[in-house]
């Protein structure tokens, strides 16, 4: 049970370039989230998707988009990097109620650089 | 909006003995889920431990505990008999039971265990 998977794990951008990050989970959840962590200041919610077919903007959207591909599978992308992005970003899961497990369940995280 | 605060941004204990994490929450909501999670030099978030507010009963994982006090919006964690091992960052999480289902975090608390 792989649980959930972003890819890549590190990622070197040069300003203006754009990437997609991926990520998939296997456990049937419904929510999927997309978070960076910056030091000092925890990890902060860029976009989520409560269930499929929906998105909704977090607390730092700008300079990012979201696709909600499919249940699975939930991907970030940066459509002209700037420095600033440069960050940890995770992908995360969850259940909608009933919660028989209300936390979220993450990935291992892609440290991304933009020079 | 919740929040969450974490007041400590670094702490040290040595190997043995016992140290407590501080969080402190905001919310209006009258049920929902806090959560401790631990993030060691491998990136990977690992969750410790989770209370739900309308359980009374204090959550309890091995050397983990929490002391949650609901009317004054608290949330500590206490690990026993630290160890090496436990030297990570600490993440305080909240998450609601009604509308976005959104988890929010503070900003961390770094844990070094001394030998």
């Known amino acids: 049970n792989a649980g959930v998977t972003q890819t890549p794990k590190f990622q070197v951008l040069k300003t203006g370039q754009s990437m997609t990050l991926q990520c998939a989970q296997d456990m049937n959840h419904n929510s999927m989230y997309w978070y960076r962590q910056d030091p000092g200041m925890g990890l902060r919610l860029i976009y989520y998707?409560?269930?499929?077919?929906?998105?909704d903007k977090g607390e730092v959207p700008n300079g990012y988009n979201v696709s909600r591909l499919n249940k699975r599978e939930f991907s970030l992308r940066l459509e002209s990097a700037a420095p600033s992005q440069t960050s940890v970003y995770f992908c995360?899961?969850?259940?909608?109620?009933?919660?028989?497990?209300?936390?979220?369940?993450f990935g291992q995280g892609t440290r991304l650089t933009v020079v | 909006a919740q929040t969450v605060t974490q007041s400590q941004p670094e702490m040290s204990v040595q190997e043995a003995e016992t140290v407590t994490l501080s969080c402190t929450y905001d919310?209006?909501?009258?049920?929902?889920?806090l959560f401790w999670y631990k993030q060691p030099p491998s990136r990977q978030m690992i969750l410790v431990i989770r209370q739900e507010a309308y359980k009374q009963q204090n959550a309890t994982e091995n050397r983990f505990s929490v002391n949650f006090q609901k009317a004054a919006k608290s949330f500590s964690l206490k690990i026993s008999d630290s160890q090496l091992g436990d030297t990570a960052m600490y993440f305080c999480?909240?998450?609601?039971?009604?509308?976005?289902?959104?988890?929010?975090f503070g900003t961390g608390t770094r844990l070094k265990v001394l030998a």
């Open positions: 919310t209006s909501e009258s049920n929902y889920y």
């Open positions: 998707s409560a269930s499929e077919g929906t998105t």
């Open positions: 999480a909240f998450r609601g039971t009604s509308g976005t289902y959104k988890y929010i």
């Open positions: 995360a899961s969850s259940e909608l109620p009933p919660l028989i497990r209300p936390e979220a369940f």
